[in-house]
């Protein structure tokens, strides 16, 4: 398929969507659900395989076809998304650790990225509103596909935040 005719289906895509959002709620939702089981069918194999294949021949494909391309990154093929969010993270890591915590990312799947909070953080009445306000946000702005958060629990006693400075997050405010 050319590139024009490729962006000509995109547009083509876009303005059925429109058209779906039009119908009424039973037959929108119908729709809706089969096109997010035709998504998960996509990502996961498409996930297998970026899993399946050396970063060499990732980039070769993706180099080789503009429609490969975009669907590698629709689909996030072959992206380190661990990495992703533990860069997304740097811009709150200052503040966690001027209070004495650390978060660490686990694992990402599906979107999810699973957590540690040490230090500090462990067993802090607050960590969910640092969680919530802070974590959570960053991930929003700076990591594609993110769904939702999942922290490791520990068996830290519950403690009252170092201050009550841990409670004001103005920069993560939108």
Excluded at 23 to 33: I, K, P, Q, Y
Aim: net charge negative; hydrophobic share 40%.
């Amino acid at each position: 398929m050319s590139e024009v005719g490729f962006d000509d289906l995109l547009r083509r895509l876009e303005a059925l969507l429109g058209e779906v959002e039009e119908l009424d709620e039973a037959t929108r939702a119908r729709v809706f659900e089969l096109m997010d089981g035709f998504d998960l069918i996509h990502r996961t194999a498409l996930g297998a395989l970026g899993e399946a294949l050396d970063p060499q021949t990732l980039e070769r494909l993706r180099g080789s076809d503009p429609a490969i391309a975009w669907m590698f990154d629709a689909y996030r093929v072959g992206v380190d998304e661990r990495s992703e969010a533990d860069a997304a993270l740097e811009s709150v890591r200052p503040y966690i650790h001027s209070h004495g915590g650390k978060v660490e990312v686990l694992e990402v799947r599906g979107g999810v990225v699973r957590l540690r909070l040490s230090g500090a953080c462990s067993g802090c009445t607050a960590s969910a509103v640092t969680l919530q306000d802070g974590i959570d946000e960053a991930l929003r702005e700076h990591l594609p596909g993110f769904v939702a958060t999942e922290v490791e629990e520990d068996d830290a006693e519950p403690h009252p935040p170092p201050s009550s400075v841990i409670l004001e997050l103005p920069q993560f405010r939108g």
